[in-house]
């Protein structure tokens, strides 16, 4: 009986640590005052490249979210996260950065 609660409560734990969507993901708050010394064409070139960026980061995150699961299924262990593929952190603050860029350019009138 002691080893199916060490099972189930080994599980649980390895479930708390899988890398989650990177829809799930809440923003990091980016004032965006780092953003409003920039022109309106600056900041359109620097929106290009941080959605470009927050692409390649939610594609490795979705691979971390998926290889954890099926790490979890298979072994028990969340794989991806527990070898470094999590990019949680980056992810929220790519959005945080977005956000902020977006709300700059909104704040100057660009189109």
Known sequence: MKLHALTALALSASLVACAKRPD???PVDIPMAAYTNLRCAELAQELIKE??????LSKQQNQAATGDAVGVFLL???ASSTFGGDKEGQVAVS????????????SKGCK
């Open 24 to 26: 799930a993901i809440v």
């Open 51 to 56: 959605r470009n960026n927050l692409a390649a």
């Open 76 to 78: 028990g262990v969340p």
């Open 95 to 106: 959005k945080g950065k977005v956000n902020a860029i977006e709300s700059a350019a909104k």
